[in-house]
């Protein structure tokens, strides 16, 4: 059962935006925390943002100040906005939510950031 459905990748230049959905709509969204993370071809999966309960951000070194976390609570949405994107962004790009002892994920999005 699909409980994280993400969507928004595609193949953009550097340089460019995209901005990436997650439909929260089948967990009791806005009980723990949400988050982003990826992972590149031989290399392993990585956090890229998390927001909190609370609407507290983290964000991984290698995108901060170019990637936004955010929730639309009206719509159970998590979204990742992605400005100045770089080769070394090209990932599948997974949305996880966790909240007691639940840790719930997506199916993935590619994003390819090639010219």
């Known amino acids: 059962q699909v409980q994280l459905v993400e969507s928004g990748g595609g193949l953009v230049q550097p340089g460019g935006s995209l901005r990436l959905s997650c439909d929260a709509s089948r967990i009791p969204f806005g009980s723990g925390f949400m988050a982003w993370y990826r992972q590149a071809p031989g290399k392993v999966r990585e956090l890229v943002a998390k927001?909190?309960?609370?609407?507290?951000?983290i964000y991984s070194d290698s995108v901060k100040d170019r990637f936004t976390i955010s929730t639309d609570n009206s719509n159970s949405t998590v979204y990742l906005q992605m400005n100045s994107l770089k080769p070394e962004d090209t990932a599948v790009y997974y949305c996880?939510?966790?909240?007691?002892?639940?840790?719930?994920w997506g199916q993935g999005t590619q994003v390819t950031v090639s010219s």
């Open positions: 927001i909190t309960i609370r609407g507290d951000t």
């Open positions: 996880n939510a966790k909240w007691f002892t639940n840790d719930v």
